[in-house]
């Protein structure tokens, strides 16, 4: 099943390669800003997740105290 997917990648990017026509097509100068925000927002959205599961992590590890404030033994 991998060999055909990538059989079926190769062929679509040269087909793409190959195929060399004009788009005619024109990108908002609004667009650019857009996908900045959006790559600078997932980004941030990883590093966020990241800090929460390494936050989650390392809470496994560290003693807590009890209500009376003495530590686990």
Do not use: W
């Amino acid at each position: 099943m991998k060999k055909f997917l990538n059989f079926v990648l190769i062929i679509f990017l040269l087909l793409v390669i190959v195929n060399n026509q004009e788009a005619h097509a024109y990108i908002n100068p609004g667009s650019g800003s857009y996908i900045f925000q959006t790559i600078i927002g997932g980004l941030l959205a990883v590093v966020a997740v990241f800090k929460k599961l390494l936050g989650s992590i390392t809470g496994l590890f560290k003693k807590h105290k009890d209500t009376d404030g003495e530590q686990d033994e």
